[in-house]
């Protein structure tokens, strides 16, 4: 509708115009031609009558621009006139404007590629209803906040009355026969109000009810849309047809949309969680997600502070595994992506860094233009342009230069949108779905209109207050002062934010470079990690479990070049794991004495295989089985904080499992050996108390902790992948089981560090261009500078100033102004980089060397940008400069 | 024929208001009109007529409507509007008082200071 209207208003000032024109036309052809003919009605010849006639109207195309004037023409046709004009002057100056156009096409690119990543990640909001009121719910127990236990779930839930709908899900992995080979698919664990809870209605079918999320009952499953397209071949009847999973029959029920993933995690199924009766007593598993929809007019903080009064009661209720136990909500918006913001922000900042280092080159090469075009700007306010007239005229002028740069921005961004999309870090959550859509376009506009006000305003202020006579009295050879002190700030300001880009890029460049010389702690050469899942159905006994992997050890240690084979609960960089308290012998059991270690299950040949370091004591032997003492290595981290400066071989804890006696009967672990600290978690990561128990002497429950999953840890003579190999060493041993997310050790150690270097290699990116940028603005402000005093140059030279003298004046001026910038920036750069360090490892966000190293670069680069033009002053003919006019 | 004077700024508009109050006029016919009145003795640039009229028309002091001329040809007629008779009223009153002052200033003789 209202580009209609817009059109039909266009359409009319457009007809009113051409009829004001034609009859104009008209009016002026009837005075020239009546006055013609009273000239020959008095006896002229009609030719020389005509000629009078002209004559004595006047220029007839000034007499119509002063007419048209004098209607009051509207502010758009003035302004489209302005534009025309802009353009025409622009491409009268192509150097100029290409320079200008592609130099704020890298500000306008940088700047919008990066903001349609922002806009996609984080300021997008989440696919559900009213995502402001759904909060995630976890524990929190000394500086740790772990899950829900399902015990403390189903209190809280009985408890809480702050909560429309409080659902639970757990993340598992599931095998899945659906028509083709087994796979293994992600998905969740949820109760049934877990949709009513995000508020999103099904696709096709409908979600699990309460009645269906009890134990014991047909099992059914609702199913992602893009597992409905990618594997069932978008079967319009799929829902009430069974598919199996993890061997069972099971009934699809609905299929979500392709946009419901509440927590980010790629969820392809979900099962009613259904726990039973000793599941919902069990206070000690904490590993739930909760997530809870506010009630309409409930803030968080009055359900924090219910929740404070309900864990006060747990704490009675359940003193053994609740004391000390609080819980804390937080939006799901800031859990999910809250890890995204710091290094989002920054980019963002150093793009906009990046823009104002372009719109203050391009304000610089106004400002040096403005003096040339200074005559033109003074003859049109002779013939009575207004201030604001000519202001206005250059501003349209610079908007050009803009609304070019901005276009030629929106290709670049297109080209680095795709670069990011294609080289950016997997686990940064929604990054897929940014794209060059209408909000980034409205940025990248809006940018380029602000920036084009930016530069263009001071030398348009500039010209609009410029006094004439002093213009036509002025000659080239004298340079006006204010002017060049306008462009040296501008340099400084430059130099400034380049040098803040330079400093965040080098302190990630150090980090990475420190992470990369991180030792892992065991080597990473030629070993090869799989997973695999074992059904519970088929796998509940836990022998028949263990065996499973014991069985697959073996045949997978037949194998031709395989050195050796070993199973791990999670071996290192896979993320996940679980962990537990540790109670030193000698101390009471009181939940503070608990030391919160990273458990690793695994089998006898794992740490030979891996080749962690034993520093002392023994390692495992298929003799550690349950009927024998149990036995524990831990690491040297766990070792140094449960027995500082104590020999911990011999040492006991109790952990994992409670003998006959109850809760509160310890079973005792026997530290047999201690083995090098492991980076399990990430070569930039603090490494964690850690301990080893072998697979023989685990407790039976485990097997649920750990979903029945295992590591397959392989170390190869070098050479290929045994992909199909090992596929078809675990489908002989357990039929219709996978073996997925195969990679090499040395591969995930690269994708853990993937965000890293991504985070750094665009900073770098973005510091060399600023870096680029602020030393074509120093070149430009001395070759202006060196131009303007050509004639003080040549006077000194003919009183005998050495070229060394006048090099270093130039020299001295250029470095000067690198200085100041450069001091101002290592300022800012101390403010600035100390919200890097989180991101950090290893350096401190002021470190000296870095400071040091950036200052000296961008010292260097200035001094080569001073160095050109200085070499042109010693050129300088002091005859020729004398007469230089 | 006396010499002609070049018109003072800012009063061609008066001018072009007084010619069409007496009758509806158009463009060449308003020069016809202020030169006859004038006696040709006011030399009017004919080109800067029209910007006048349009700034006139612009101001709502005249109103123009397409008519037939003396010699059967279409033309542009103007005629002056309730506005522009107050406005004629004012300009010729602040005309008068500024004339006798100037007038008595510079008809001033030494002997009167």
């Known amino acids: ?885 | 024929m006396d010499k002609q004077l070049d018109l003072l700024q800012g009063t061609l508009d008066m001018l072009i208001l007084k010619a069409v109050s007496l009758g509806p006029l158009h463009g060449y016919g308003i020069l016809l009109r202020i030169q006859q009145i004038s006696k040709d003795r006011l030399e009017i640039q004919q080109g800067s007529l029209y910007p006048a009229l349009y700034r006139l028309e612009h101001q709502g002091w005249i109103a123009s409507e397409w008519g037939e001329s003396e010699n059967k040809r279409k033309a542009k007629y103007y005629k002056l509007t309730v506005a522009g008779k107050r406005r004629l009223q004012a300009e010729t009153e602040n005309w008068n008082s500024m004339a006798d002052v100037i007038a008595g200033i510079l008809g001033t003789k030494p002997e009167e200071v």
């Open chain 1, 1 to 885: 509708m209202r580009f209609w209207s817009q059109l039909r208003s266009w359409i009319q000032t457009t007809l009113r115009r051409s009829r004001m024109e034609s009859e104009m036309d008209a009016e002026l052809r009837f005075h020239i031609e009546t006055f013609t003919e009273d000239l020959v009605r008095d006896g002229v010849s009609r030719q020389e009558a005509l000629r009078r006639a002209r004559i004595e109207f006047g220029g007839i195309e000034r007499v119509k621009e002063e007419g048209r004037e004098a209607r009051g023409v509207s502010f758009l046709d003035e302004l489209l006139q302005d534009l025309r004009y802009g353009q025409r002057v622009l491409r009268k100056s192509p150097g100029f404007a290409v320079v200008a156009v592609l130099t704020l096409a890298l500000g306008i690119g940088a700047t919008t590629a990066i903001f349609s990543v922002v806009n996609a990640v984080l300021l997008r909001p989440l696919a559900m209803e009213d995502p402001s009121r759904v909060v995630y719910l976890q524990e929190q127990w000394q500086d740790i906040f772990p899950g829900v236990s399902v015990g403390n779930f189903s209190d809280l839930k009985k408890l809480s009355t702050s909560f429309a709908e409080l659902s639970a899900s757990n993340n598992a992995s599931f095998n899945l026969e659906a028509r083709e080979l087994p796979e293994r698919v992600d998905g969740e664990i949820a109760t049934a109000n877990y949709f009513a809870t995000f508020g999103v209605q099904p696709l096709a079918g409908r979600v699990f009810t309460a009645e269906e999320d009890r134990p014991g009952l047909p099992k059914v499953v609702v199913i992602s849309e893009r597992m409905w397209r990618a594997r069932l071949q978008a079967d319009p009847s799929i829902v009430g047809q069974p598919i199996r999973i993890n061997g069972l029959p099971t009934t699809v029920v609905g299929v979500m949309p392709k946009s419901f993933d509440p927590l980010l995690s790629n969820s392809d199924v979900w099962v009613p969680a259904a726990y039973t009766a000793e599941q919902l007593a069990d206070h000690d598993d904490h590993y739930l997600n909760v997530m809870g929809r506010l009630k309409p007019g409930m803030s968080q903080a009055q359900a924090q502070s219910e929740l404070n009064v309900i864990a006060h009661r747990l704490q009675q209720l359940y003193p053994l595994d609740d004391k000390d136990r609080g819980f804390r909500i937080q939006p799901l918006t800031s859990v999910l992506l809250g890890d995204q913001r710091l290094g989002l922000r920054m980019m963002l900042a150093a793009v906009g860094f990046l823009l104002l280092i372009a719109c203050a080159n391009i304000a610089n090469l106004q400002l040096a233009r403005s003096r040339t075009r200074q005559k033109e700007i003074a003859m049109r306010a002779a013939l009575g342009a207004s201030p604001s007239r000519i202001a206005r005229q250059l501003l349209a002028e610079n908007a050009v230069l803009g609304l070019a740069g901005g276009v030629v921005g929106v290709l670049l961004a297109h080209w680095a949108l795709s670069w990011i999309l294609a080289h950016g870090p997997a686990e940064m959550p929604r990054l897929d779905q940014s794209r060059i859509d209408a909000s980034a376009l409205t940025f990248a506009i809006s940018v380029a209109l602000l920036s084009s006000l930016l530069f263009g305003l001071a030398p348009a202020l500039r010209s609009a207050s410029t006094r004439l006579n002093e213009i036509f009295k002025s000659t080239s050879g004298v340079s006006s002062g204010s002017r060049d002190r306008v462009r040296c700030l501008l340099v400084i300001g430059e130099v400034a934010l380049a040098l803040i880009l330079m400093t965040g890029a080098g302190l990630l460049i150090r980090s990475a470079l420190l992470v990369s010389h991180v030792d892992p702690g065991f080597d990473t050469s030629n070993v090869v990690v799989g997973r695999v899942g074992l059904p519970d159905p088929g796998y509940h006994d836990p022998a028949v479990a263990r065996q499973a992997f014991e069985r697959m050890i073996t045949a997978a240690a037949a194998l031709p070049g395989l050195e050796s084979v070993a199973v791990v609960s999670r071996a290192p960089l896979a993320g996940g794991g679980s962990s537990n308290g540790l109670l030193p012998e000698g101390k009471p059991f009181d939940p503070a004495n608990l030391v919160n270690s990273q458990l690793q299950i695994i089998s006898p040949s794992y740490l030979s295989t891996a080749r962690v370091p034993l520093k002392a004591g023994r390692d495992f032997t298929l003799q550690d089985t349950r009927e024998r003492i149990f036995v524990a290595i831990v690491n040297e981290t766990l070792a140094r904080t449960m027995w500082p400066a104590e020999n911990p071989i011999g040492k006991r804890f109790a952990c994992c499992e409670s003998g006959p006696k109850g809760r509160l009967d310890p079973v005792w672990h026997e530290v047999v050996g201690v083995v090098a600290d492991v980076h399990a978690q990430g070569l930039g990561r603090q490494v964690q108390p850690a301990f080893y128990i072998p697979i023989a002497q685990m407790p039976p429950s485990a097997w649920d902790w750990i979903g029945r999953t295992m590591d397959l840890v392989v170390r190869t003579r070098g050479g290929v992948v045994p992909v199909q190999e090992l596929q078809s060493t675990v489908a002989s041993v357990a039929p219709e089981v996978p073996i997925y997310g195969l990679s090499t050790m040395q591969q995930k150690i690269s994708d853990t560090l993937e965000r890293s270097h991504f985070d750094t290699f665009l900073l770098a990116i973005f510091a060399a261009t600023a870096l680029l940028l602020s030393s074509v603005g120093i070149y430009g402000v001395l070759s202006y500078m060196v131009a303007q005093r050509t004639r003080d140059i040549g006077i000194r030279m003919a009183l005998g100033a050495s070229q060394t003298q006048i090099v270093w004046d130039v020299l001295g001026f250029g470095v000067r102004l690198a200085a100041i910038g450069l001091a101002i920036g290592i300022a800012g750069a101390l403010g600035a980089t100390r919200c890097l360090s989180s991101l950090l490892y290893g350096v401190h966000p002021t470190d000296a060397i870095t400071f040091i190293a950036v200052s000296l670069l961008l010292l260097l680069v200035a001094l080569i940008a001073s160095y050109l033009p200085a070499r042109r002053a010693t050129r300088v003919d002091p005859i020729v400069a004398l007469r230089y006019e």
